[in-house]
């Protein structure tokens, strides 16, 4: 057993939820016919976007541009970094950082708040 305590390993900031892909989301979700929120992305997205515990969400794309959107879809901050990123981005929830690495090698350390 390691020492991560129970409430730290309940806690999974991707889109799909824990390792058994069983989601960090408690309720029931209806399927409607039209998406509530739609995220523009500057190209196509291979990653899994990842939210904070405010319920921000981060989105990093193929053409090298990581964007910050608010609950309700608004656009908060873009950034553009060297290299596209195909890797899910990690967010950093007591420091409010999201960490992104790009296929030229580089690893991006941006403000959750303001890129």
């Not at 305590?5 to 892909?21: D, E, I, L, N």
């Not at 291979?46 to 959107?69: E, K, L, N, W």
């Not at 990123?85 to 960490?99: E, G, L, Q």
């Amino acid at each position: 057993m390691n020492s991560v305590s129970a409430q730290t390993q309940r806690v999974w900031t991707m889109a799909g939820g824990g390792p058994g892909r069983t989601g960090a989301f408690g309720l029931r979700v209806r399927f409607g016919l039209k998406p509530i929120h739609r995220l523009a992305t500057a190209g196509a997205v291979q990653a899994a976007p990842v939210f904070d515990p405010t319920g921000r969400v981060f989105v990093a794309d193929m053409s090298g541009t990581v964007q910050g959107f608010e609950r309700n879809g608004k656009l908060l901050w873009r950034r553009e970094v060297e290299g596209s990123v195909s890797a899910t981005p990690v967010v950093d929830p007591v420091f409010r950082r999201v960490f992104v690495g790009t296929h030229r090698g580089w690893l991006y350390c941006l403000s959750c708040l303001d890129g």
